[in-house]
T-cell receptor, first 113, second 114 residues
Framework: SAVISQKPSRDICQRGTSLTIQCQVD?????MFWYRQQPGQSLTLIAT?????????ESGFVIDKFPISRPNLTFSTLTVSNMSPEDSSIYLC??????????FGEGSWLTVV | AQSVTQLDSQVPVFEEAPVELRCNYS??????LFWYVQYPNQGLQLLLK??????LVKGINGFEAEFNKSQTSFHLRKPSVHISDTAEYFC????????????FGIGTKLQVIP
């Protein structure tokens, strides 16, 4: 399995600002994924990020709001732009490692006030 | 497209009692199945997975699950729960063959009562 580190682990942000979340993996992986978990809800896939190409966004998520970078095979960032209280969520980085299995980081707990 | 139904949003159970968390899925193709656990204020941890082979899958912390293709189910079981098993459990499904999106259920909160 992969070891995934996310920063920040928690943050409280002012509405209208932007926050960049970093995800570092201890091994090279082709596919990285960003999920959102809103309070009391399940996980929703935001986008899939492959190194060297544009991220692929799921329905309801757009690049202007959630720009993603994937500069190499062990690192990715997700920015939550122009935040509103509705963006208060856990943001989870995940990777596919081994055979057809997704592993998650500890998450970044974001509160927008 | 596939979907996952976790039939119970909350399951209270006394310590040392057995527990079953139910998961049904829908898919027109063959699938891989997963259970993840989320402890309070933590990320998701893989509990166990079914990819192929034996339909009875054993995972960490004494949990096991059985894949039942005819009933499209993947119920999670533990014969004797501990206080430390209090957490939220997510069932997930993914079509087999190449990269496919993972779909998660809404989660089941297991509350172990001392």
């Amino acid at each position: 399995s992969a070891v995934i580190s996310q920063k920040p682990s928690r943050d409280i942000c002012q509405r209208g600002t932007s926050l960049t979340i970093q995800c570092q993996v201890d091994s090279q992986v082709t596919m990285m994924f960003w999920y959102r978990q809103q309070p009391g809800q399940s996980l929703t896939l935001i986008a899939t990020a492959n190194q060297g190409s544009e991220a692929t966004y799921e329905s309801g998520f757009v690049i202007d709001k959630f720009p993603i970078s994937r500069p190499n095979l062990t690192f990715s960032t997700l920015t939550v732009s122009n935040m509103s209280p509705e963006d208060s969520s856990i943001y989870l980085c995940s990777v596919e490692s081994g055979w057809n299995t997704i592993y998650f980081g500890e998450g970044s707990w974001l509160t927008v006030v | 497209a596939q979907s996952v139904t976790q039939l119970d949003s909350q399951v209270p159970v006394f310590e040392e009692a057995p527990v079953e968390l139910r998961c049904n899925y829908s898919s027109s193709v063959s699938v891989y199945l997963f259970w993840y656990v989320q402890y309070p204020n933590q990320g998701l941890q893989l509990l166990l997975k079914y990819l192929s082979g034996s339909t009875l899958v054993k995972g960490i912390n004494g949990f096991e699950a059985e894949f039942n293709k005819s009933q499209t189910s993947f119920h999670l079981r533990k014969p004797s729960v501990h206080i430390s098993d209090t957490a939220e459990y997510f069932c997930a499904v993914r079509p087999s063959g190449g990269y496919q999106k993972v779909t998660f259920g809404i989660g089941t909160k297991l509350q172990v009562i001392p």
